[in-house]
C-alpha cells in the first residue's frame, strides 16, 4: 500500500510554525492567517487520503492473487475456465484477490478497478469483476450494466452465501472461487447476448451495481 514517507505530527508541526510566522507577518489580519492556515490542513488531510488508497495493480490474467493464496496451478485451472467462457460467450470474468482495501471500502476499490481495466466488450458492457479482500473477510461481485438483469443483488449474494462463503471458511478459497465463476457464467449464459471474444473496453462506473458480503 503507497504511504507517505513523513509522519503526519510532523506535517502539522511544520503548518502549525508556518502559521505562526504567517500570523506575525500579518500582524492586523489574523482572520486571513487563519483561513490560510485551514486551507494548508485540509490540503495535508487530502494529500495523505490520497496517498494512502490501494494501488490497481496491471490487467495481466484473468486471475491475479496478490495474497499468495492460490497455488499456480489453482489459479491456472480459474483463469483457463475463464478465459474459454470468454471465446465461447464473449463476457469477461475477472478475479482479483488483496489482503485488504483498507483504508477503502471494498465496494469502492472495486470500482475504480473496474474503471481502470474497463473488463468485458464496450459495445456490450459485460464484465464481471470479482473481488477478494482476504485480511477483510470481504467479497464483492461488481457487475456492468449490461449484465445486471442476469446477475442482481438478490442472485449475487446467493452466489456469495452458496458458493464462497462455505468455501472460504473451510479454508478452500480455490474451490469458492471455482464454484462463484461457475454460477456466474451459468446465469451470463441466459442473456442471450452475442458470442465473440473479450476485446476489452466495458465500463463500469456509475451503472455498475454490486454486492459485498
Given amino acids: ?5 513523513v509522519h503526519l505530527s510532523d506535517v502539522t508541526e511544520l503548518l502549525f510554525n508556518s ?15 487563519y483561513l490560510i492556515l485551514a486551507a494548508l490542513l485540509a490540503l495535508a488531510s487530502a ?6 488508497v490501494l494501488p490497481i495493480p496491471a490487467l495481466a490474467t484473468r486471475v491475479i492473487d496478490q495474497t499468495g493464496t492460490l497455488t499456480p496451478a489453482q489459479t491456472a485451472e480459474i483463469d483457463q475456465k475463464l478465459a474459454t467462457f470468454e ?3 464473449g463476457s469477461q470474468i475477472v478475479v482479483l484477490m488483496v489482503p485488504t482495501t483498507q483504508p477503502e471500502e471494498i465496494s469502492g476499490y472495486a470500482n475504480r478497478v473496474g474503471n481502470a481495466w474497463k473488463i ?14 482476504k485480511n477483510d473477510r470481504r467479497v464483492r461481485i461488481e457487475v456492468a450494466k449490461s449484465l445486471e438483469g442476469a446477475i442482481p443483488d438478490l442472485a449475487a449474494k446467493q452466489i456469495i452465501d452458496s ?10 478459497f480455490a474451490a469458492g472461487i471455482s464454484a462463484a465463476s461457475d454460477l456466474i457464467m451459468a446465469r451470463i449464459a441466459t442473456e442471450g447476448l452475442p ?4 476485446s476489452g473496453g466495458g465500463s463500469f462506473g456509475d451503472n455498475s451495481q454490486g454486492r459485498t458480503h
Wanted: charged share 25%.
Fill in 120 to 133: 468485458g466488450r464496450k459495445a456490450e458492457g459485460d464484465g464481471v469483476l470479482l473481488i477478494v479482500a
Fill in 19 to 33: 502559521f505562526m510566522r504567517l500570523r506575525t507577518g500579518l500582524g492586523r489580519a489574523p482572520q486571513f492567517a
Fill in 47 to 52: 494529500t495523505v487520503g490520497v496517498a494512502d
Fill in 87 to 89: 471465446r465461447t460467450k
Fill in 1 to 5: 500500500m503507497t504511504r507517505l514517507m
Fill in 195 to 198: 458470442g465473440g471474444e473479450s
Fill in 163 to 172: 458458493a464462497i462463503t462455505p468455501n472460504f471458511k473451510a479454508g478452500n
